[in-house]
């Protein structure tokens, strides 16, 4: 097991507003189905490992391993484009040094009748797009991982503001 700073543990995008994260998570923790696990998690860097914790353990908790390291992967790329989403949206409120930001994301994971559905939730306004990334480039290929790893993923708008981006993999 990783040491990680304290973090919330569970949250739901359909919870009503809570003073804190921790009284989200908690209402989260005793309403959430099984098959269906979420955490809202401050937008900086170095929460990524603890989403790729959270989905590893999820699958796990399914009996489905063999496909944790794929799906690490898919919810690590597309965390780090919401991370980097937020920071467009409060820049002069990030801070990934301390973690002292405004901004979060929501990592959803729901387990269907024959796929794994992951879905992140950021602040920002604008879509994700897959680019061509130079051989020399260290970035860049983050969403061509994604589309290759699922069998579907995109962006939802939500009334309530954001977007969500999903991307679902088939159940091994």
């Given at each position: 097991m990783h040491a990680y700073p304290q973090r919330p543990s569970c949250s739901c995008p359909d919870a009503p507003e809570y003073a804190?994260?921790?009284q989200e998570n908690l209402a989260c923790r005793q309403a959430v189905a099984p098959?269906?696990?979420?955490?809202v998690l401050p937008a900086s860097a170095v929460w990524v490992a603890a989403v790729r914790e959270?989905?590893?353990?999820?699958?796990?908790?399914?009996?489905l391993p063999t496909l944790a390291d794929d799906a690490e992967l898919v919810v690590s790329e597309i965390a780090t484009n919401a991370i980097k989403a937020t920071a467009d949206v409060f820049p002069s409120k990030q801070s990934s040094e301390t973690g002292d930001?405004?901004?979060?994301?929501?990592?959803c994971l729901r387990m269907l009748s024959t796929e794994l559905r992951i879905e992140v939730w950021d602040a920002g306004h604008a879509a994700p797009r897959r680019r061509e990334a130079r051989p020399d480039e260290e970035g860049g290929r983050?969403?061509?991982?994604?589309?290759?790893?699922?069998?579907t993923w995109g962006t939802i708008w939500?009334?309530?503001g954001g977007k969500i981006v999903f991307a679902s993999m088939a159940l091994k």
């Open positions: 804190t994260l921790q098959a269906r696990s979420c955490i959270h989905t590893r353990m999820f699958l796990y908790r399914h009996n930001q405004v901004g979060v994301i929501r990592v983050g969403l061509f991982l994604v589309e290759l790893l699922t069998t939500p009334p309530t």
